[in-house]
């Protein structure tokens, strides 16, 4: 199975929401089995969240080790009468492949995996070529590659450069490229108050304007202006929760939840530490808990970058921009063993009703990711 297309048709048609397997792993497994590759199933397990199955595949045992990383879980479909084309039918209309998860991100699994069996029929590379995929990105993203990377660094397994196939393309096939994104961290904010009688506040004590008064602090807040390769961090306030249905009880709390992309300027821990500074000098009794999601990343400009861009080049005719925008990703967890990057299709239906990817893109994805290998190993 070389052809990206029917392959992405048949990852398309397993229904792989998170955290259900759907059988992507299943036939990814068995096809690069068949194909030589040393196939790995491992479901890992956490407190208070679900199963998870992975897929760790590697084909040959010395270095250079290059890693492709990716998951086969996709958000749910949402109103699935809403669809053109069946959401995990795997259509093809108009010249795009359809289907939940067409471009995020099994449109770039079936790419890599057609370009590394069409690479491997014709190369047999000194090193060691792998996939890390995963059924957790989607989710909580706590049983699949961080703990993957953990079983990895046990066995004394050694990854030298990951390609993830984030779709980071922008406009045009090839236009974007990804050397690192910023980190991300949650924050729940309480507020305590006395209930009582709206008539009567001088015997309640209401907690919504206290609550407000921190929040606007927050949001007031000029976190940074940026740094050399990032953009300004920020916060985003996200939901303000009281839980009163009555229109004549002063409430006993009040709640709200943020969220903050931070850029290199900080780590999780000295970002909270200046949260809780402001928050501390309103003077206004509080409870904060704080979740950081991953730290940023940063992969400098250099051999990696000029590879991928030397291949988009070729076969799209584009040089790409090197970013650092967008969300986070597992590439989040990667950084912290390896160099990684990443690249992969037009992200723009990604999560949408109809989501696609152009047959065209596709085709093209898999030559540029064949055009890595080649280079790759012969840099070796």
Known sequence: MTDPVALLQELIRCKSVTPEEGGALNYLEKLLAAHGFTCHRLKFSDQDTPDVDNLYARRGTAAPHLCFAGHTDVVPVGDAAAWRHAPFGGEIADGHVFGRGACDMKGSIAAFVAAALEFLKQHQPAGSLSFLLTGDEEGPAINGTRKVLEWLAARGEKIDFCIVGEPTSRETLGDMVKIGRRGTLTGKIAVQGVQGHVAYPHLADNPIPKLLTLLKTLDDMELDKGTAHFQPSNLEIVNIDIGNSADNVIPAAARATFNVRFNDQYSGASLEKKLRAALDS????????????????????????????????????????????????????IKQYCPVIEFGIVGKTAHKTDECVAVKDVAALTEIYREILKAYYAGA
């Open 282 to 333: 309103v003077g206004i009794p509080y409870q904060l808990k704080v979740k950081a999601g991953g730290e940023s990343f940063y992969t400098p400009p250099g051999k990696y970058s000029e590879l991928l861009q030397s291949a988009i080049k070729k076969v799209a005719g584009l040089t790409a921009e090197l970013s650092t925008t967008g969300g986070t990703s597992d590439a989040r967890f």
